[in-house]
């Protein structure tokens, strides 16, 4: 089993560049969705990206994990997901 621990207690701050008209959208979106800021948006958007990512590439590091001789733990900032 691999396990995705989102609750994280140290973080990390990532600034992101991004045209105008992106910018504008990402307002939109964080406003009509019900967010409290485009970085809560963003953030929500990264950690989906991220599980997505864990999930279809599962057995990959599975094997990665076995080959290096031990459970690795992957933290990403919120709860615990199993993959």
């Known amino acids: 089993m691999f396990i995705v621990e989102l609750n994280a207690r140290k973080t ?3 600034t992101l560049r991004v045209s105008r008209e992106l910018s504008m959208l990402l307002e939109k979106a964080t406003k009509e969705l019900g967010y409290q800021s485009k970085s809560d948006y963003i953030r ?8 997505t990512y864990l999930k279809a590439h599962r057995e990959e590091l ?3 994990m076995s080959e290096s001789g031990g459970e690795e733990l992957v933290k990403v900032p919120s709860t615990i997901v199993y993959v």
Request: charged fraction near 35%; avoid cysteine.
């Open 12 to 14: 990390k701050t990532i």
């Open 44 to 51: 929500e958007a990264v950690e989906e990206l991220l599980i």
């Open 62 to 64: 599975i094997a990665e």
